[in-house]
């Protein structure tokens, strides 16, 4: 059984954060632990309230888990508070974590903001560097590119300068803002397009924390980048065919259509 570790926020909608990951990588055939940065109050219409973690009791979650339960991939997700990005930095370096997936989530669908102005400098500076590949949604690579983003051709090249500049593989994600669902992978300095059909599905709550998790997984079980975010993305778009519909909101996906397991494996 190969292992992977969610450190991300609580959403207790069960459509994002810890729970999209947790049903994410299970679905996907491995074993889950997390580490939870926040509890957030929250539904498919909003954000009503955030309670951290501590960085001493966040310490204190991922040394249960790298002492034990060692993880195959990791996957971060929100975390808001520049000094929990600081703890996630020093405890990955310290167990020398491996496979790092870092979903750099800012504002929920919803349009709540998830990460503090300082925090922006600390995933930065301290955990865009330790990862193997990060995931950022459009406004997101604007943010980390520092350039607009309108076009393909303007994925392309926010995706080469997030791999320059922070020494990570960037996957560009084009979601609900640019295309049809069309991301770009730029892997040492190549750039590789993944075309997505655009399903026609209002209920894209969790999407970034559901391919990231997946992406996580896949590189758990061996799989290498690419193939890793191919298959991630076959999941995301079977799991938003499904066509679940919950809440008043903009609902979850479901992450259970394949319980008989094709993407177990
Ligand atoms: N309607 C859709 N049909 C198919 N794929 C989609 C759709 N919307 C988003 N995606 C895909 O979902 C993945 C997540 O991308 P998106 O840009 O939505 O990320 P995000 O904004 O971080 O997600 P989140 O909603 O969790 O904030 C990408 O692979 C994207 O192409
Ligand atoms: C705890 C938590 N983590 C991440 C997201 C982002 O997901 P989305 O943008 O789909 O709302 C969220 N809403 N809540």
Redesign the pocket.
């Known amino acids: 059984m190969f292992t992977a570790c969610t450190i991300a926020g609580s959403d207790s909608s069960g459509g994002?954060g810890i729970q999209a990951d947790i049903k994410t990588m299970t679905t996907n055939g491995v074993f889950a632990t997390s580490a939870i940065t926040a509890l957030t109050a929250q539904n498919t219409t909003g954000v009503t309230d955030i309670f951290n973690a501590t960085p001493e009791f966040l310490g204190h979650e991922l040394d249960a888990i790298f002492t034990d339960i060692f993880p195959d991939a990791v996957k971060i997700g929100m975390v808001s508070k520049q000094e929990l990005i600081e703890t996630i930095a020093n405890k990955l370096k310290q167990y020398s974590a491996k496979n790092i997936v870092v979903?750099p989530?800012m504002?929920?669908?919803s349009g709540a903001r998830l990460i503090d102005e300082q925090a922006i400098d600390a995933l930065k500076t301290k955990l865009l560097p330790l990862a193997l590949v990060c995931?950022?949604?459009?406004p997101?690579a604007e943010l980390l590119a520092n350039m607009s983003i309108q076009n393909e051709t303007d994925m392309e090249k926010a995706a080469t300068i997030i791999e320059s500049t922070y020494g990570c593989a960037c996957l560009c994600?084009?979601?609900?803002?640019i295309n049809?669902?069309?991301?770009v992978l730029v892997e040492k300095g190549q750039v590789h397009w993944?075309y997505?059909?655009?399903?026609?599905?209002p209920n894209?709550?969790?999407?970034?924390?559901?391919?990231s998790s997946a992406i996580a997984s896949n590189l758990a079980k061996g799989y290498d980048l690419e193939t890793s975010v191919q298959r991630?993305?076959d999941y995301?778009?079977k799991a938003?065919a499904a066509m679940l519909d919950l809440g008043k909101g903009q609902g979850p996906m479901n992450h259970m259509f394949d319980l008989q397991g094709e993407f177990a494996q």
């Open positions: 994002a979903d989530v504002v929920a669908t995931t950022p949604n459009i997101e994600k084009g979601g609900h803002q049809d669902a069309n991301d993944f997505g059909k655009r399903i026609d599905n894209t709550h969790g999407t970034g924390c559901t391919l991630a993305k995301l778009s938003l």
